[in-house]
């Protein structure tokens, strides 16, 4: 390969991955030929990956982890201003307080993205105070610049893009997998940049111009202690929420037990009586499964179910090699459960005993409700 093809395109423009003609398969990727053949008809160069998700939305490699990883830190050396992107739809999923901490003591705006996946009866005031709150409460941090966008519907895009256009100098977007980042690059600058629903699909740098800013889109980070993280990217992509979440009411009888996915297994009583059955709902995506049950085999020995009457959202999951945890938590209506990267639990009448057993790597939490109690239910 000659020196001279490297320097005319460096990088991919989708996922600033480095262009290289000799690892089919790794990113960057284009076959020499095709290559040539664009540079000559004076194409648009983008790498075989970043074509295959354009236009067939398929993923033909994966990110390498710890590449990316060692090159975030070394980008986050480079920077003084940030802005940190996290979807509202899984807030204790990808608003990672051990992340904002590299960046805090610098210029940082917090963009809350995925609005539109949010119940319709939550506004944009009632969603910022309540981020308010809860983030100054898990990481000691108020912020003074915090954005709600959607990039689906443009909610608060324009609000967004004013500011960033007055901002000047360089900043770097930061954020886990699949928040949004490229999506609101693409939206904020109208620019090529691949977006798909597989987490990592951003690679490397890539440059764009917003008023007097640069601004960089990077890969996103990946944190392994969100259910969806067990999945493989094309599960992911199919699991990730594309609209408004789904609501589904339950009032179990004590010796019912609800499924997620197949994989979340929950058992609920009321705290104080027990003559009276608890009433929650749980909001998830779409393509989420419940199964509810009283059979005993089920319960007992669900690793046997899985793929039949237990479906996790993809066929091709292999749950022998997980490991289960039990955790136990009391929930009162103002407070929901969230189980990180699948859903989350709103209490109606409560306090609830959740007893709930979950893959090792997923650490569910208490936060306080976003969805206020209107009235107590007797
Ligand atoms: N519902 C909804 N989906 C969104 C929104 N913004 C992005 N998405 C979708 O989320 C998925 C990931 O978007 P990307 O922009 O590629 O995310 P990213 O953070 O750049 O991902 P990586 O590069 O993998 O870190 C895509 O399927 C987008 O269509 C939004 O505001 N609402
Ligand atoms: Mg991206």
């Known amino acids: 390969m000659g020196d001279l093809l490297k320097v005319t395109v460096e990088k991919c423009p989708g996922c600033?991955?480095?262009i290289q003609f000799e690892h089919p398969g790794k990113p960057g990727f284009i076959p020499?030929?095709?290559?040539?053949?664009?540079?000559?008809?004076?194409?648009?160069?983008?790498?075989?990956?970043?074509?295959?998700?354009?236009?067939?939305?398929?993923?033909?490699?994966?990110?390498?982890?710890?590449?990316?990883?060692?090159f975030l830190r070394i980008a986050l050396r480079d920077f003084e201003?940030?802005?940190y992107v996290f979807d509202v739809f899984d807030f204790e999923g990808t608003f990672r307080p051990e992340i904002v901490r590299l960046i805090e003591?610098?210029?940082?705006i917090f963009v809350a993205n995925k609005f539109d996946t949010?119940?319709?009866?939550?506004?944009?005031?009632?969603?910022?105070?309540?981020?308010?709150?809860?983030?100054?409460?898990?990481?000691?941090?108020?912020?003074?610049?915090?954005?709600?966008?959607?990039t689906k519907n443009g909610y608060g895009l324009s609000k967004l893009k004013d500011y960033l256009f007055e901002w000047?100098?360089?900043?770097?977007?930061?954020?886990?997998t699949n928040v949004g980042k490229s999506s609101l690059l693409q939206t904020i600058t109208s620019s090529n940049v691949t977006v798909s629903p597989y987490p990592g699909t951003t690679i490397g740098l890539i440059e764009h111009k917003v008023g007097k800013l640069r601004l960089y889109d990077t890969p996103g980070i990946i944190v392994g202690d969100r259910l969806i993280d067990l999945f493989d990217p094309q599960c992911q992509a199919k699991i990730l929420a594309r609209g408004e979440v789904a609501r589904k009411t339950f009032k179990p009888f004590p010796e019912e037990v609800i499924f997620v996915s197949g994989l979340v297994k929950i058992q609920a009583t009321l705290f104080s009586q027990s003559d009276v059955r608890p009433i929650f709902q749980i909001f998830a995506p779409e393509q989420v499964t419940f199964h509810k049950t009283k059979n005993l085999e089920l319960i007992e020995h669900p690793e046997k179910h899985f793929g039949g009457l237990l479906v996790p959202p993809c066929g091709s999951f292999d749950v022998s090699k997980l490991n289960f945890k039990k955790v136990q938590m009391v929930v009162d209506e103002s407070h929901e459960l969230s189980i990180p990267g699948l859903c989350w639990i709103n209490v109606k009448r409560g306090p609830v005993r959740f007893v709930l057993n979950v893959p090792e790597n997923v650490e569910p939490r208490v936060r306080m409700a976003l969805m206020k109690p209107k009235r107590k239910i007797h």
């Open 105 to 108: 003591k610098n210029e940082v």
């Open 32 to 70: 020499l030929d095709v290559y040539q053949r664009k540079l000559e008809a004076g194409e648009e160069i983008v790498c075989q990956r970043c074509f295959r998700l354009k236009h067939y939305k398929v993923l033909t490699s994966e990110a390498d982890e710890e590449e990316i990883q060692k």
């Open 81 to 83: 201003k940030f802005v």
């Open 16 to 18: 600033g991955a480095a």
């Open 118 to 150: 949010l119940p319709k009866t939550v506004s944009g005031s009632q969603l910022k105070s309540w981020l308010m709150e809860v983030i100054s409460k898990i990481s000691e941090i108020r912020p003074s610049h915090l954005f709600i966008t959607s």
């Open 168 to 176: 000047g100098g360089k900043a770097l977007i930061l954020g886990v």
